[in-house]
């Protein structure tokens, strides 16, 4: 399922976790923003667009593994491409 063409087209799911089924390095590569409820966020650890919700880091805190803790937030979900190739 490689493709060589890149598309402007997001997957409905996107993580930045390396470890996360729903990661994707090329589309990552080219410098994603989040646009949750009109708002521009840069906390955004991943997102679902059909499901409207992301998961933003909770402050410092980090879990017994060492990552960001993360909450749930639920609103609309606008992704886009900042680099705009």
Do not use: Q
């Amino acid at each position: 399922m490689s493709e060589t063409i890149m598309s402007d087209e997001f997957p409905d799911r996107l993580s930045v976790d390396p470890n996360s089924p729903y990661y994707n390095a090329d589309i990552l590569s080219r410098d994603v923003g989040i646009r949750f409820k009109g708002v521009e966020k840069t906390n955004v650890e991943e997102y679902c667009i059909s499901e409207g919700w992301v998961r933003v880091t909770a402050g410092n805190a980090k879990d017994r593994y060492g990552n960001p803790l993360t909450i749930k937030v639920h609103g609309p979900v606008e992704p886009y491409f900042r680099d705009k190739k």
